[in-house]
């Protein structure tokens, strides 16, 4: 048990730095392991079985609404990147270039890719020629590269891995369609399978996707009040293949610019779910991605018959569908415990001698440290309700957290009131839609605006910062 303690109390707690207990965490979880450059990480095997299984799970979502997996090169020549003018812009401070090959200086210069509009773009305008060429609905899984200044593990990196789906289609109605549809897939899933409740919304034109007509987000809340986002969709109109010259005939034999689309998300939801739901003694994982939905601990192992019960039972898991896991280990009983609550394990199974005389075993539910007496006779279906039971408690958690920390203001006032009061939250405030206002409220208040709502009714008629009518509601808050 001197281990155990240890090993807990390594944690910085999040009430006295949540900055240095995030990065304990995903140390200390075997996550990561940092590199010699910097903004570059190992993302080691229990983290990236976090992402496999949150892969998985999208890419199963993708295929069914009839999604291909492409792959797209990882250098960009300097004139292509340069055809679209507000894209290249705004990704200029981020891009990481290549300037020799060998020895040899390159006549052009190479990004590395921090996105692959432009190489899509390249490869729509050589395979498009008539409508029945389209839509195409293309997906990739892939790593990029982002200059970013300030780095932190799975939030901001240099290099991230993400999906990045990519379609193209005869009408805007289509492609506006579709830019819906995606994001409503990834709302779905980061409140089903990542237990992270969000706000769905549309970007500001001063916070959208360079080059994009209309950006639309998830927005989640941390457990520390400050904003993520999750997920973004964007639709590009037919701005990119008007850049890129790709043309179709359409249904009248009439030459006609198609419309684009672009979705994506990253490692970063890693991030969002250590920081929605793990706590002081480690990481929370949501059974549907967790590497190990219940592990399995023989108490008093060196007893005849318990490492035999034990494994019995771990196979029965197995065969119900759960990702089960026997430690038969030497470690001790109370090491294993601190173990796999670092790790975030949704259920702990102990079985020692008493419980399989009385046919039985403890299940313990990391999430809220509860633990039921179940019989060994139909355990698997027992087990599959007690994950459910983990998903819907970490939801219901994350939803209180955000509802608590969700305030509606009328003035800039109100809003450094509230923030210094309270602490980092949502602030829900109108706004008249001029950018200075917007660019205002940041300057007063240090709130950004994160998005505007979809379906959420309105909380005054007057902007927040001029007392100007207003009709446009926005979730305003500090971010990741």
């Not at 910062?465 to 926005?474: M, S």
Request: proline content about 4%; overall charge negative.
């Amino acid at each position: 048990m001197a281990d155990n303690k240890k090993k807990v109390e390594q944690i910085t707690s999040m009430d006295e730095d949540f900055a240095k207990w995030f990065t304990d965490i995903v140390k200390k979880a075997e996550l990561i392991e940092y590199t010699s450059v910097k903004g570059c990480m190992v993302i080691r095997p229990y983290g990236y079985a976090i992402w496999e299984n949150i892969q998985k799970i999208l890419d199963t979502r993708f295929k069914e609404l009839g999604h291909e997996n492409v792959c797209m090169p990882m250098f960009i020549t300097e004139s292509l990147l340069n055809k679209e003018k507000d894209h290249v812009e705004g990704f200029a401070p981020e891009v990481a270039w290549v300037t020799y090959g060998g020895s040899e200086k390159l006549e052009e210069r190479l990004c590395v890719r921090p996105t692959s509009e432009t190489l899509f773009c390249e490869h729509y305008s050589n395979i498009i020629h008539s409508y029945r060429d389209l839509p195409k609905l293309y997906n990739q899984w892939v790593s990029v590269v982002r200059w970013e200044k300030t780095t932190r593990p799975f939030l901001r990196s240099r290099e991230f891995l993400w999906q990045e789906g990519h379609t193209i289609h005869e009408t805007a109605a289509e492609a506006i369609a579709e830019t819906e549809r995606m994001l409503d897939v990834y709302a779905d899933f980061c409140e089903q399978a990542l237990a992270i409740p969000v706000i769905k919304g549309k970007k500001t034109e001063s916070d959208k996707f360079a080059g994009a007509v209309s950006t639309y987000a998830i927005e989640a809340l941390m457990h520390d009040g400050k904003a993520l986002q999750a997920g973004t969709s964007h639709y590009f109109g037919d701005g990119f293949a008007k850049a890129f010259d790709i043309q179709y005939t359409d249904r009248e034999n009439k030459k006609c610019y198609p419309h684009q689309t672009s979705w994506g998300v990253t490692t970063r939801l890693i991030g969002a779910v250590i920081m929605t739901h793990g706590d002081n003694n480690g990481l929370v994982l949501p059974p549907a991605i967790a590497p190990t939905q219940a592990i399995v601990i023989p108490v008093a192992q060196h007893k005849e018959g318990v490492i035999e019960a034990a494994t019995a039972l771990t196979e029965q898991l197995k065969a119900a569908g759960i990702r089960a896991k026997l430690d038969a280990s030497d470690n001790s009983a109370g090491w294993k415990f601190a173990e796999y609550e670092m790790k975030g394990v949704p259920v702990r199974i102990e079985i020692g001698p008493r419980d399989i005389e009385n046919g039985c075993c403890v299940v313990a539910t990391r999430h809220n440290g509860e633990k039921t007496v179940l019989p060994l006779e139909g355990i698997g279906d027992a087990v599959k309700a007690k994950l459910t039971e983990v998903r819907d408690g970490l939801f219901a958690r994350a939803l209180a957290n955000r509802e608590k920390r969700t305030y509606d203001c009328k003035t800039t006032d109100e809003i450094k009131e509230v923030l210094e009061k309270n602490g980092d939250g949502f602030i829900r405030a109108m706004w008249c839609g001029s950018p200075e206002c917007e660019k205002k409220v940041k300057e007063l208040t240090g709130v950004s605006s994160r998005c505007i709502p979809f379906g959420i009714e309105h909380n005054g008629d007057k902007c927040v910062c001029c007392g100007k009518d207003a009709d446009t509601l926005v979730y305003w808050g500090n971010a990741y």
